[in-house]
């Protein structure tokens, strides 16, 4: 990525990644951090190493194609979610494992210059029924582009350590 300033958008935890463990992840709360802008050169590094389509390495073809231009494939995107997950909501500490993800979409294409950033809701938050030392929290993640349109979506599922064991 070329521009990124991935911050806070608005309210963030109490507790720093680098200290957040399942506890923190209370449900129902929402964050959101961004930006990261994607760029044309980035499009074309991404998708002629990773994802080689003509709609996504050749921007003559792909101004013919169904979508009008050049567009970021969906795996591109899904990485740069990655990096605002990673950098900011997912435990640096007590971060265990993803058993998958769930319902992973891309409603809307992403284009050279948009911005995006990652809003995440904690949907639910249990305790492991078979190992006390951990928890599984269910987020559902969006990855927005600079009109608020969802351009990614998905539910993660993460195992984290506990901070407190009953």
Known sequence: MTTASTSALGPDFDTPVEKRYFEDYVPGATYAYGSIVVTEQDILRFAGEFDPQAIHTDPEAAAAGPFGGLIASGWHTASVMMRLYADHYVSKV????????????????????DSLSLRATVRSARPSRSKP?????????????????AVLTLTAMNLLLRRDQD
């Open 94 to 113: 007590a971060s265990l494992a993803s058993p998958g993800i769930d319902e992973l979409r891309w409603p809307r294409p992403v284009r050279p210059g």
């Open 133 to 149: 030392d951990r928890g599984l929290v269910h987020t559902d993640v969006e990855l927005l582009n600079q009109d608020g349109d």
